[in-house]
């Protein structure tokens, strides 16, 4: 199944293309749908799930036929598509949806983890660690047991037989600054330790804290690049900031946060480094619990 996310950014774009090219603004097409104008925005930047019916009659109007009909009509079935994710409603969160929708049909995922650890690589005592220190800072607006049975199901669906290559720059500090039990993070380690010994699919490197970045300038935040099969569908990078996250498409910007990703994975420890290092991490806090 495709990404319905990323179908929806394609049937925008095809909208957006068809209205300009009948001559109509916004508010025009609105007018001959009977429709407010804040709806067609909605559709022409991919904010919302297209109703199927909608659109044919979108096409009608537009006077759409033949084979471009049939195209943009399975465009719209493919973007109105609901995946695992939605059956788990607020407790997924907007976050970890998107990027379950995402995950789902990518070809490769890069990501530079700066403050929490890959979301797709988490166990369950770590998640539960991760509950508690949320409560800490607010009332929590979801299920815990079933946004952790979310986030366990993610993993399950990055790890399938057809899942994409997944790789990810860890910072060190993430490891010593995140004020979570020293068991559950002896346990998070352990668990990607195993996980990316046993699928090689799976790649992690870590930024010592130490670790200089010749070339330009540090990384101001965590990020995320995806690579899809489908040549229709562009690569894509989201940023993630303190209340959401930013989805960037234009081919510059994803070309700099490519450029940055390179960097950092140049800087990184090997792979094979990298599971000595958390594995010896994982020890010594495995000690610091038991004392």
Known sequence: MPSPYVRRRRLAAEIRKLRESRGLTADDLAGLMFYNRAKISRLENGQSRPDVGEIMNMLDILEVTGSQYDKLLQLTREAAHKGWWDQYGMSIGPRQKLAADLEHNAATVRSYDQTAMPGALQCRPFIDALVKLDESQRALDYQPDRMAEARERRQRELLRPDGPAYETVLDECVIHRLAVPPEAMSAQLWHMI?????????????????AQLPGGFL?????????????????MAVVDTVTTDLILTQRREVVRYTGMYDRLRKAALSPEDSIAFLAQVANRLADQAGS
Do not use: W
Not at 199 to 208: F, H, P, Q
Not at 219 to 235: N, R, V
């Open 219 to 235: 990384p101001q935040s965590s990020f995320y690049l995806y690579a899809f099969a489908e040549p229709g569908d562009p690569p």
């Open 194 to 210: 195993t996980t990316i010994s046993e699928e090689k699919r799976i790649t992690v490197r870590v930024l010592m804290h130490n």
